[in-house]
């Protein structure tokens, strides 16, 4: 039988959530509620809190001040939580402290001098961005620099450093001086709350659900979609969500003739998988997406993917369950799209194809497993090197 943990969660996301679409709250509370099930006692340090069903009672969550990145909040958050790890810890210690994704530079560092192993992350790629380093301001050149040295630190404290995917490794810091620490520990969700369809739609259609904003490519998918309509008779575009750039989407699908694009606004997260089942393909053309959550949503429903070769998604979507482009490509964007929209055999084997993938790789419970599994390999190596150094002790 696995041992029961204690385990302080210095921070599981800016917001920890069950229900809001907000991709690293939920796939915090997806990791810490499960584990609470399986009989961990776990006390979470977290900023927005925003929870609709009860936690299970070995889950307790202490919100420490309200979300936020500004340097007074972080330094607020740091200060409380080095008091609350303190009064708790004389009262039982922890066996591990996680920091969990994303992994704010520094906020760890709180809890400096305490001998408790620490696990950061699962990290994430970073969002690619169009900023060019030479056309930075000497302030942001100068934060960008403290920023890497700050991570340095921080993971070099660290017992052990979790990547979500392959493409995520970039994130650590002189990797070469991790190994053995550093351990691959893709996200999951629960298959049973995303069922496969029967059968895809007798209609073709493409569906972009995400937050509607350029890093999301959806001007590219609007780039293409005159060409997918031409070569595909009847199709429809239908864009689920909302975001910074909704506006100036909508005025560019109303000058775009023969094409039908249809907005549906946010949707409720007990309404997303009806929502996925319902289209054809799914379409992700993110600029480079750190993770893709909703892809993982879309293959368990037997969705084909399409989406682009960036970020973690490589390491979602095989070549069997979809099509991956290049960035900002709409030619190549269209090509895909039509390819899978002509022929509903392609789209009834790709679905199948994901949700097996998914059962196989990226049910949360196997996700959960390799956690646990993390955890074991974090206290066995915090405990040879107490070992080795109270050894050095008895030798000097």
Not at 38 to 54: I, K, N, T
Not at 278 to 285: E, F, T
Request: hydrophobic fraction near 45%; charged fraction near 20%; aromatic fraction near 6%.
């Amino acid at each position: 039988m696995r041992r029961r943990l204690r385990i302080f969660v210095a921070h599981p996301s800016e917001m920890l959530t069950d229900y809001l679409p907000h991709g690293d709250g939920l796939v915090a509370f997806s990791y810490l509620s499960r584990l609470a099930v399986r009989g961990h006692e776990l006390h979470v340090a977290a900023q927005g809190v925003e929870l609709r069903d009860p936690v299970p009672s070995t889950l307790t969550i202490h919100r420490l001040s309200r979300a936020g990145t500004s340097p007074l909040h972080r330094l607020v958050f740091m200060t409380r939580m080095r008091q609350l790890f303190a009064r708790l810890h004389r009262q039982v210690p922890f066996d591990v402290i996680h920091q969990m994704n994303p992994v704010f530079t520094g906020l760890s560092l709180a809890l400096v001098g305490v001998e408790t192993p620490l696990v950061l992350g699962a990290f994430v790629p970073r969002w690619q961005t169009t900023d060019d380093p030479a056309r930075l301001s000497l302030r942001a050149r100068l934060v960008e620099r403290g920023e890497r040295v700050v991570g340095r630190m921080q993971q070099k404290r660290a017992t052990a450093l979790l990547v979500a995917s392959a493409a995520a490794r970039s994130r650590i810091h002189e990797p070469e001086r991790h190994r053995g620490r550093i351990f691959e520990v893709p996200h999951g969700i629960d298959p049973a709350h995303f069922p496969p369809r029967a059968a895809p739609p007798s209609r073709p259609s493409v569906l972009f659900l995400s937050s509607v904003q350029y890093r999301k490519g959806i001007f590219t998918l609007l780039d293409a979609f005159p060409d997918v309509a031409r070569a595909v008779p009847g199709v429809e575009l239908v864009v689920a969500g909302s975001g910074p750039d909704l506006g100036e989407v909508q005025r560019r699908a109303q000058a775009m003739r023969g094409c039908t694009i249809r907005f549906t606004g946010r949707v409720a997260r007990e309404h997303v998988g009806d929502m996925l089942r319902a289209h054809s393909v799914y379409c992700l053309p993110s600029i480079g997406e750190p993770f893709g959550m909703t892809i993982l949503e879309a293959m368990a429903c037997g969705v084909p993917i399409v989406a682009t070769r960036a970020g973690g998604i490589p390491d979602l979507v095989s070549a069997d369950g979809g099509r991956l482009v290049p960035t900002r490509d709409p030619a190549a964007l269209a090509a895909a799209l039509v390819e899978i929209l002509r022929s509903t055999q392609l789209q009834c084997v790709m679905g199948t194809r994901n949700r097996a993938r998914l059962e196989e790789v990226f049910d949360i419970e196997k996700a959960v497993d390799r956690l646990e599994a993390v955890y074991d390999a974090t206290l066995s190596a915090a405990s040879g090197v107490r070992k080795f150094a109270s050894q050095e002790e008895a030798v000097c």
